[in-house]
């Protein structure tokens, strides 16, 4: 027996038997105190030894030196059973080649890294690194929907231009994503949120999402009792994209125009005219004041829905409760229906959903941290081709039930 590297190893009711040293590693043998062992099938105790198994994992270093543990995993007979059965050790499973400490050390390193800088630093390949992800997720991945009240559904583009959807599902309160489904696809994202129970889909009072209509019908029928709210994000983004389409619009149709003195003047002011028009007013630079002024001479319509933009969005940066903010944009309505149609056909068929902002003001804005941490899991994702693996690697980020340094 070995005290004082008992006490160093630290792994209650183990002990240190031996050790050696083999080319810079300490090989230390270990087993455990007790003499005895439960009978995995019957339940049954027994101190009957079978043999001793020998085989070596690795556990957290020493002072800087790589540590091997050469752990004897007994073999007991079981005197009711009459056959012999290998006994449980607490602090590593059963075919692991590294102590549970170890592996989750490392996937708090990964946490913090990327998984191929991880695997470089400890010695380890892709594989063994992503073996411990996936065996410390089984015992620690504990995704908690109790406090769930405000559902948020949003996308995020895995790979840019390619229509490559993920759905992320954000528990809007706590600011957390709590479930990634791999598509749009309404049977998929049905299946992942009936897995959550009914007990989690009643509790849900509000469902936060764009305005593609994909989500909507599945809510109402799933989650009947959820006010449906339209993402302000998605809903402030509309008109901003139609004043866009005009502007080309209006650049388009002037190659036709005839009269080249007018037409000369439309394309000196449409030149450059983009920021000067979306970007907020207050945010211009002084010479894309000057540009807007120029566009509101020559290009009066231009000037008039950027002035129908911008108090667009003083609507929702304004509205002091519903009444107000659902009354002020009626009023915004009127008088943008002949410029706005498209913006404002897609108010009128979500009236009740873009209203019910004004009530909470709830919103997937957290959507834009969660989505800024994915990018770098993305980025860092050295074996991450398929999405499962994506998934399970970024769930741990925010579900791990163990101390995050
Ligand atoms: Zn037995």
Request: include cysteine; aromatic fraction near 8%; glycine fraction near 6%.
């Amino acid at each position: 027996m070995q005290p004082i590297l008992t006490e160093l190893l630290n792994l209650p009711g183990i002990e240190v038997e031996n050790y050696t040293k083999v080319a810079d590693r300490l090989i230390l043998e270990v087993e455990a105190k007790t003499t005895k062992a439960k009978c995995p099938r019957c339940g049954e105790e027994s101190n009957h030894l079978h043999q001793n198994r020998w085989y070596f994992a690795r556990d957290l270093s020493i002072s800087g030196q790589e540590v091997l543990l050469k752990v004897n995993r007994r073999q007991f007979k079981c005197k009711k059973c009459e056959k012999p059965f290998s006994e449980e050790l607490e602090f590593i499973g059963k075919r692991r080649k590294q102590t549970n400490r170890f592996a989750e050390m490392i996937v708090q390193q990964v946490l913090h890294s990327d998984m191929h800088n991880v695997g470089k630093q400890n010695d380890l390949t892709d594989e063994e690194v992503w073996s411990m992800i996936k065996y410390i997720s089984e015992k620690k991945l504990r995704i908690d929907l109790k406090p769930l009240k405000r559902l948020g559904i949003d996308e995020i583009a895995l790979r840019k231009g390619q229509g490559d959807y993920i759905v992320v599902l954000v528990d809007l309160d706590r600011k957390i994503p709590i479930g990634f489904v791999r598509s749009r696809k309404q049977e998929e994202i049905r299946k992942e949120l009936e897995g959550w129970g009914k007990e989690v889909l009643e509790q849900i009072i509000e469902v936060s999402m764009d305005l593609s209509g994909n989500y909507k019908g599945l809510i109402n029928k799933l989650i009947p009792k959820a006010e449906v709210v339209a993402d302000r994000f998605h809903v402030t983004k509309i008109v901003p994209e139609e004043l866009k389409t005009a502007r080309n619009d209006l650049q388009k149709a002037n190659k036709e125009n005839k009269n080249v003195n007018e037409k000369k003047k439309i394309e000196e002011a449409l030149k450059q005219s983009k920021y000067a028009l979306l970007k907020n007013e207050k945010d211009l630079t002084e010479k894309q004041k000057i540009k807007l002024e120029e566009i509101r001479e020559v290009v009066p319509l231009l000037g008039k829905m950027h002035q129908q933009k911008e108090e667009f969005r003083r609507v929702f940066e304004d509205a002091k409760n519903w009444g107000d903010g659902a009354s002020k944009l009626l009023d915004w309505m009127e008088t943008a229906k002949e410029t706005y149609k498209d913006s404002v056909g897609t108010i009128c068929r979500w009236f009740g959903e873009v209203t019910n902002y004004f009530e909470n003001r709830t919103t997937n804005g957290v959507v834009e941290g969660i989505n800024n941490k994915l990018k770098l899991i993305k980025r860092s994702g050295y074996g991450f081709r398929n999405f499962d693996n994506f998934k399970l690697r970024s769930l741990i980020c925010w579900h791990l039930d163990i101390g995050r340094a």
